[in-house]
């Protein structure tokens, strides 16, 4: 006799163990399935926590504390170049480069802002339907219009002309697979500032290592964990979910799953039809000997794009299926020792030889500005996230993100957010659209 | 002696709008630099007994009200899905009402009026043109597309379907010519425009090269946006914001064609479309001639036998990503032969026997269809059709500058049919004139 869960969630990650805690406080007999040993810290570069789930699950109490916050920007060239949230400094800097761009920027970066103020109701609460400039004047609607329709490399061009600038700007716009001529990656600039806005402290920021899993695993409350449990199929009958089946060969009944794999990998393991994206994102961490210093002062995402036209490029190779001669990579210090790159786009399928041609690719050119690194490398380790975000994604309603063709399977993972980040917020919303069910 | 309009090229659109105005009983005078009226509706004769159109074998199609009010004889070389012929009409007749409506005054009326639909076919911003397979290669023709990215789907609203009955894209452009003068509009070639004439804070004519000026109490422009706003007027007399705009629209040619003459038949009586290799955006962007471009080899003569001898033939190949300005330098004579030759390559291998019928080609570059066609960079669409150029946010036919109309490719209704652009801008003009 298998047994019985009232909410499975798989996967403890930051979306998994937010989901598990608030269906677990609802009151909800609740098993998150790990497959790993024990819940691991997430391997992206930045964190953009949701504020709420801090708040409401009491991490700070419990634990969290963060190694950096607020992270500015740093566009690496022979003149170096941090763009942060004091607009002041930002343009002088600028000032180096164009004047025309240290003008610009100032009024580009608040007029952004308030298209991200407009927006993030739409991308973090849970509206109904309609559209998201249903209730905007005419002139902002234009605006925006322009703005979802534009691909980034156009729009960007049009108003800044530093080439490191460009391209260190692109690379945002790159997010969740964008191509930067694409319709919707001008958008996902208004995304990422979203992320970066005031009062959001949270935001591109990193957490002392271990702090946010710790504090969220102490926050599951009534649920439990079992690592070492992996889902090999996820059983439907009649349109709805009945459970799973672990790699043990047990098997556990439920009425509500949220997964916090990708959609991809989710359907597959409910045996649907799905489209597995041609491109994905590589997150490669770098543990490096102690000894080694990391230049990385002030703490900063260090973005690594040599020229605009690079982006456009690399998006072109890697839907044909190859590693691009020139990659834009962004790297940041996780810890002490610990590197954390991430690079886009790549093909979706790299064999293990691929791989390793792709990370000596990155250790290469980090080279220049961290002399001795390759010397130093302890551990390497690379994950593909496969992702093609659409501008429909983007501009739909929140909640049919996580919605698939099976009642009561929610997604909850990074590719359940309008573009991939690690927030937790999937994972909040899915528990609650779970309950108000 | 003063015309109601003055108007900038004698193409299908100018001549369109000539038509339009001079049917409704204004004096239109149409100044084209070319000795020849018709634009890219041209029949050139390569090779002796040997005819093509040297800038495209067919065009969108012409708007149904435009073919009959000028008297022309189409037919289409493949027919648009009804799908997409009900949106392009939709967004044709969206173009067309806009032109009609005059716009409300003063900038605050525009700012607090009500949100408006958004545009027929603006779907299409988000779709692949790849979902199209059968549509792909005419579309993908003569263009720097990336057929899997979104907002690539839109160019489908522009799909070159139309072909003159008989004598090439040439004897359409007469028919067009005929048409205009035959409703009463005054064509005058050889006559290139250097100036629109500023009085009283409107356009009130234009100057000539040879110094002559011919006043009209409106002009309409059929040159491209690019061109249009920068080389019409004297820098200072425009407002700023309107440089702007044109500065930032961005055309991109990247059309090249060969006009093959060939001893006999093809082997092959229908289009061959052979794709690029996956490298040649890469290409495209760096300036660099791809090794493997889009590619599109049309029998033109299989359709219409008028266009080579008795027992002769005629073909086109059309390359697409191919740059207007190379990185090394210009369009030399040995690179124009180098791409023709690594095309025809291409070509005996798909079908072979080609290159031993082979009499004579005739090479055409991105550079010689801007000064053929003053089309700045070469770009026969006006401007990339990419989804922040395209529908609502393609500028209108009217202009910051009264008087001034934009009237080509470049407006809101130009890509969508040949002659549209210039029937909108006389809508519009009409529209204006009687308020």
């Known amino acids: 006799m298998s047994e019985r869960a009232a909410a499975l969630v798989i996967g403890a990650g930051v979306g998994g163990l937010s989901a598990a805690a608030y269906l677990a406080r609802a009151g909800l007999h609740t098993l998150l399935l790990e497959a790993g040993q024990a819940p691991r810290d997430p391997d992206g570069a930045l964190i953009a926590l949701d504020p709420r789930i801090v708040t409401e699950l009491r991490l700070t109490a419990s634990g969290l504390s963060f190694a950096a916050r607020d992270l500015p920007m740093a566009v690496a060239g022979d003149m170096p170049l941090l763009l942060g949230r004091d607009l002041y400094a930002a343009s002088t800097a600028l000032a180096k480069f164009s004047d025309a761009d240290a003008l610009g920027w100032p009024t580009w970066r608040r007029r952004l802002t308030a298209e991200a103020r407009r927006l993030r109701r739409w991308w973090w609460t849970a509206p109904a339907d309609g559209a998201p400039d249903a209730a905007w004047s005419a002139g902002a609607r234009e605006n925006f219009r322009h703005l979802c329709f534009s691909g980034a490399d156009a729009y960007l061009r049009a108003r800044f002309e530093t080439p490191s600038l460009l391209a260190a700007l692109l690379w945002d716009a790159g997010a969740g697979g964008f191509a930067v001529s694409e319709p919707g990656s001008a958008l996902a600039l208004v995304w990422r500032a979203a992320q970066e806005m005031g009062g959001l402290q949270e935001a591109a920021a990193i957490a002392h290592p271990g702090t946010l899993i710790g504090s969220l695993t102490r926050a599951l409350g009534m649920a439990q964990l079992r690592t070492g449990a992996r889902v090999t199929r996820i059983f439907t009958k009649s349109g709805g979910v009945t459970g799973v089946a672990l790699a043990d060969g047990s098997e556990i009944e439920a009425d509500h799953i949220v997964s916090t794999l990708s959609r991809a990998k989710t359907l597959a393991l409910a045996g649907l039809p799905h489209i597995a994206p041609s491109i994905a994102e590589a997150r490669i961490l770098l543990r490096v000997a102690p000894a080694f210093a990391i230049p990385d002062s002030p703490p900063a995402r260090h973005i690594l794009a040599g020229r605009p036209g690079m982006h456009a490029d690399a998006h072109e190779a890697a839907r044909a299926g190859r590693i691009p001669v020139d990659l834009p990579l962004e790297w940041v210090t996780m810890a002490p020792g610990l590197i954390s790159v991430t690079t886009r786009p790549v093909p979706a399928s790299l064999d293990g030889q691929e791989r390793l041609k792709l990370a000596a690719k990155v250790v290469l050119a980090l080279s220049p500005a961290m002399p001795g690194l390759a010397d130093a490398l302890v551990h390497v380790d690379i994950r593909l996230k496969p992702q093609r975000t659409r501008l429909a994604d983007l501009l739909a309603p929140p909640p049919s993100r996580l919605l698939t063709p099976v009642k009561g399977l929610l997604l909850a993972g990074e590719d359940a957010e309008p573009l991939p980040s690690i927030s937790g917020r999937a994972g909040r919303l899915a528990a609650r659209l779970l309950l108000s069910s | ?435």
């Open chain 2, 1 to 435: 002696m003063r015309y109601d309009a003055a108007i900038i090229g004698a193409g299908a659109d100018g001549l369109t709008a000539a038509a339009t105005l001079a049917k409704a009983g204004l004096k239109v005078v149409v100044l084209e630099r070319a000795p020849k009226a018709g634009g890219r509706l041209a029949t050139l004769e390569f090779h002796p007994g040997h005819f093509a159109s040297p800038y495209a074998d067919a065009v969108p199609e012409v708007p149904l009200a435009i073919a009959r009010a000028l008297g022309l004889d189409l037919k289409p070389v493949q027919a648009l899905p009804d799908g997409l012929r009900a949106t392009r009409d939709a967004a044709l007749a969206r173009a067309f009402a806009e032109a009609m409506e005059a716009p409300a005054a003063g900038t605050l009326a525009r700012w607090l009026a009500p949100p408006p639909e958004p545009w027929p076919g603006e779907d299409l911003a988000a779709a692949e043109l790849s979902s199209w397979p059968a549509l792909r290669s005419r579309t993908l023709a003569g263009r720097a597309l990336d057929p899997e990215l979104a907002g690539s789907a839109l160019a489908l609203l522009s799909l070159p379907l139309s072909e003159a009955a008989s004598g090439g894209l040439g004897a359409l452009g007469e028919d067009f010519a005929e048409g205009a003068e035959a409703a009463g509009a005054e064509i005058r070639l050889r006559r290139e425009v250097v100036e629109v004439v500023i009085a009283e804070a409107r356009a009130a004519g234009v100057a000539l090269t040879d110094g002559s000026r011919v006043m009209a109490k409106a002009v309409i422009s059929t040159l491209d946006l690019r061109r249009s706003l920068s080389s019409l007027f004297p820098r200072t007399a425009l407002p700023a914001h309107m440089l702007e705009n044109a500065r930032n629209w961005r055309m991109a040619g990247a059309t090249a064609r060969l006009l093959l003459a060939l001893r006999r038949p093809l082997r092959r009586e229908t289009p061959l479309f052979l794709s690029g290799d996956g490298m040649a955006g890469t290409a495209f962007r760096h300036g660099r001639m791809p090794e493997a471009p889009p590619l599109l080899l049309d029998p033109v003569s299989r359709r219409d036998p008028s266009l080579a001898p008795d027992g002769a033939a005629t073909a086109t190949v059309t390359l697409g990503n191919i740059p207007h300005r190379l990185f090394d330098g210009g369009w030399t004579p040995e690179k124009r032969t180098a791409l023709a030759a690594h095309a025809l390559a291409r070509i005996e291998k798909a079908v072979p026997g080609t290159l031993a019928i082979l009499a004579s080609v005739k090479i055409i570059v991105p550079p010689d269809m801007e000064s053929g066609l003053a089309a700045t960079a070469g770009d026969l669409d006006g401007g990339v059709l990419a989804p922040d150029q395209m529908l609502s946010l393609r500028p209108g036919p009217r202009t910051a500058l009264s008087g001034f109309y934009l009237g080509g490719r470049s407006a809101q209704a130009g890509p969508l049919g040949t002659g549209a652009a210039g029937f909108a801008a006389a809508a519009a003009l009409m529209a204006d004139g009687a308020r």
